[in-house]
């Protein structure tokens, strides 16, 4: 980046202001635009540190910017192909992301993690191992974890490593983004409304691996069928994990054992109902990806299976809340598509009255609907999808089914449709937006209500 380029970040969100931020440390004329309907140039500059000097602009850029601009950065929400976005690039910006600014200021080890679900457990599950053998004064975790890499970065010296997690959203962005460790732990179909194609999401996903080497390491998810073909041409070296089959090489699970097999040497690691607080088959995934990534980061066996020893769930995660009059509660309202919520329904030992729905983004609800088995007794329905959900329901023979207009009636009638010895599960396979911020608010409303009761 060269002192006074000319940058256009766009999107006013953690990851927009820790750009302009970042830029404006390396010297760059910064100005940061949101097109938000309900955002005023005020508003925007009010977000940004005390001293900034960037411009700030809401509602339409004016043309003048769109032709000066040389440099783009993109905040993760703000989609690659509208018609803005396309004018810079056409006029010869180069249109990058927040992750990808962070990185080119980078001066440690990176290792990043991507997939449908579980990025946010194992995630945050490296990062602790990490903290555990290079100190917690030599890790940072970022990217779509909620901390802006653009914040960090510049803290990095050669020996610190970043933990990132990385969406499809920021990957479409990156060119030099370089982890010495990536892992993809599953691809299944989600933000088909913003990629348009399967193919498209698929790419973006496997562009984690994009700057990646034979020196370097991609692990996979063996019973993912993206992930298990991917491996035949990724980039990196393909460490495998399984928790369905034995592998000749990598992590899988024998029994209740998570065992790795590397070079004809043969190591059982921990047993799954007494070495690991987190529950659910996606969590024993989440666990071997974490010890496969740490491994390939040179942590010691032992550290990554003292700290999984004592992880819990990450808030929102299969999280359990409170059990009242016998019920017991739990929030999964991370489970934002039919796959992570699958992963919840079967994570659950007990009858469970089921809250889904939210809004659309393009999903298909068949093999969730099909994960009910004899789990869900109560089908609990809101938001925009709600419809749509119920016919797919009922097309597979589920018709207990219950609608509720607001948040605060779905869960009165959870609590009234819940007996002692069943469960309430949080996990709507769908986004929140349109009812909610994000998935976080609408877990902690549950939370708070479950927490009221007597």
């Known amino acids: 980046m060269r002192s006074g380029e000319k940058c256009l970040v766009i999107g006013s969100g953690i990851s927009g202001v820790g750009s302009v931020a970042l830029l404006e440390r390396m010297g760059a004329d910064v100005t940061l635009y949101d097109s938000g309907e309900n955002l005023t140039a005020e508003q925007i500059k009010a977000k940004l540190p005390e001293g900034s000097r960037a411009r700030c602009v809401a509602g339409e850029l004016p043309q003048e910017m769109i032709s000066g601009t040389q ?13 803005l976005v396309n004018a810079l690039r056409e006029r010869g910006a180069s249109v990058i992301g927040e992750i990808e600014l962070g990185y080119r200021e980078e001066k440690g080890r990176v290792a990043a993690i991507t997939g449908t679900n579980g990025k946010t457990t194992t995630t945050t599950l490296v990062g602790r191992i990490m903290e555990a053998h290079f100190g917690k004064d030599k890790v940072f975790v970022v990217g779509n974890i909620g901390n802006p890499y653009t914040s960090e970065c510049l803290k990095t010296a050669p020996d610190t490593v970043t933990v990132g997690e990385i969406s499809s ?3 479409e962005t990156i060119h030099d983004f370089h982890p010495a460790v990536s892992a993809i732990l599953n691809i299944t179909p989600d933000h088909l409304n913003r990629h348009h194609t399967m193919e498209a999401y698929v790419a973006a996903k496997e562009n984690i691996t994009l700057n990646q080497t034979k020196d370097d390491i991609c692990v996979l998810n063996y019973e993912n069928e ?7 041409r990724c980039p990196a070296r393909a460490v495998y994990f399984s928790s369905a ?6 992590y899988f699970l024998r029994g209740e054992t998570i065992v ?6 043969e190591r059982e690691l921990l047993n799954i109902r007494s070495g690991m607080k987190l529950v659910g088959m996606c969590n024993v995934e989440n666990v071997m990806a974490a010890i496969a990534v740490a491994d390939g980061m040179g942590v010691p066996t032992e550290t990554s299976l003292r700290v999984i020893k004592e992880f819990r769930a990450v808030e929102h995660r299969i999280e359990f809340v409170a059990a009242k009059g016998g019920v017991d509660y739990y929030d999964d309202s991370k489970g934002t598509n039919p796959d992570a919520a699958i992963q919840g329904i079967r994570a659950m030992s007990r009858p469970t009255v089921l809250i889904g729905g939210g809004y659309d983004k393009g999903s298909e609800y068949d093999e969730w609907i099909e994960s009910f088995g004899g789990r869900v007794k109560w089908l609990v329905l809101i938001g925009q999808t709600r419809e749509k959900i119920a016919a797919c329901a009922r097309k597979h023979g589920f018709d207990r089914i219950r609608f509720a207009d607001t948040y605060e ?46």
């Open 169 to 171: 959203f920021q990957l």
């Open 409 to 454: 009636e779905c869960l009165r009638l959870c609590t009234e449709l819940a007996q002692e010895g069943d469960a309430v599960l949080l996990s709507p396979a769908c986004a929140s937006w349109g009812m909610f911020r994000n998935y976080e608010e609408r877990g902690d409303i549950f939370k708070e209500y479950v927490r009221s009761l007597a």
């Open 260 to 265: 790795r097999r590397m070079r004809g040497t």
């Open 71 to 83: 440099t783009v950065v993109l905040s993760p929400g703000v989609p690659v192909d509208i018609p």
């Open 245 to 250: 089959r034995e592998l000749d090489e990598g």
């Open 226 to 232: 993206y992930t298990r073909q991917f491996g035949a």
